[in-house]
């Protein structure tokens, strides 16, 4: 089973600050790295699919890098309506598994 | 529009059974993987099991042999059955539309399992 790693596992931003979150996968899983967000009491949304392609309607200030073992989720100028848990998931083998996720709150 | 809309779950005892049911609607069921996801109070998402177009089937090893996946294409309808439920099976479950992403989840149904 593929462990995913995220860093940090909290982080407390100021408005318009850029937030960066890391996800590291204990094996080489290419581009099969995807990311979600999930606010207070909702269901996951897909962010970021196959490492950096962006999902219809997604704002633009989410973005994603990375491939093989190491990617990163990239909120420029965060707003208020971003705090979130924010989850990377790999679909590159069975079975699929999910980073423990990140907490972005406002400071 | 693109939905999901999960139903089934509640309150049962360890050792019971209950069968969640998700209705999609707005995109061709058929044609796409389906996965469930559960969530347990105030922990990280898990990967529960996932059925192909075609039909096959995957689970995870904690629910192997005790839960069963299945869909109906002709009422667009996802299924779990889950039957020997445990208290760590407690968790809202999510299904979700499987293009290797999860790209529309449901609003989730909670199962609780407690005496």
């Known amino acids: 089973e593929i462990v995913l790693t995220q860093s940090p596992d909290f982080q407390s931003v100021t408005p318009k600050e850029k937030v960066t979150i890391t996800c590291r996968a204990s094996?080489?899983?290419?581009?099969?790295l995807h990311w979600y967000q999930q606010k207070p009491d909702q269901s996951p949304k897909v962010l970021i699919k196959?490492?950096?392609q962006s999902f219809s309607g997604v704002p633009s200030r989410f973005s994603g890098s990375g491939s093989g073992t190491d990617f990163a989720l990239t909120i420029n100028s965060l707003e208020a309506e971003d705090v979130a848990t924010y989850y990377c998931?790999?679909?590159?083998?069975?079975?699929?598994?999910f980073g423990q996720g990140t907490k972005v709150e406002i400071k | 529009e693109v939905q999901l809309v999960e139903s089934g779950g509640g309150l049962v005892q360890p050792g019971g059974s209950l069968r969640l049911s998700c209705a999609a609607s707005?995109?061709?069921?058929?044609?796409?993987?389906m996965s469930w996801v559960r969530q347990a109070p105030g922990k990280g998402l898990e990967w529960v099991s996932a059925?192909?177009?075609?039909?096959?089937?995957y689970y995870a090893d904690s629910v192997k042999g005790r839960f069963t996946v299945s869909r109906d294409n002709s009422k667009n309808t996802l299924y779990l059955q889950m039957n020997s439920l445990r208290a760590e099976d407690t968790a809202v479950y999510y299904c979700?539309?499987?293009?290797?992403?999860?790209?529309?989840w449901g609003q989730g149904t909670l199962v609780t399992v407690s005496s």
């Open positions: 979700a539309s499987d293009s290797s992403g999860y790209y529309c």
């Open positions: 707005g995109f061709t069921f058929s044609s796409y993987a």
């Open positions: 059925i192909t177009s075609g039909g096959n089937t």
């Open positions: 094996q080489s899983i290419g581009s099969g």
């Open positions: 196959h490492a950096s």
């Open positions: 998931h790999q679909s590159s083998s069975l079975p699929p598994t």
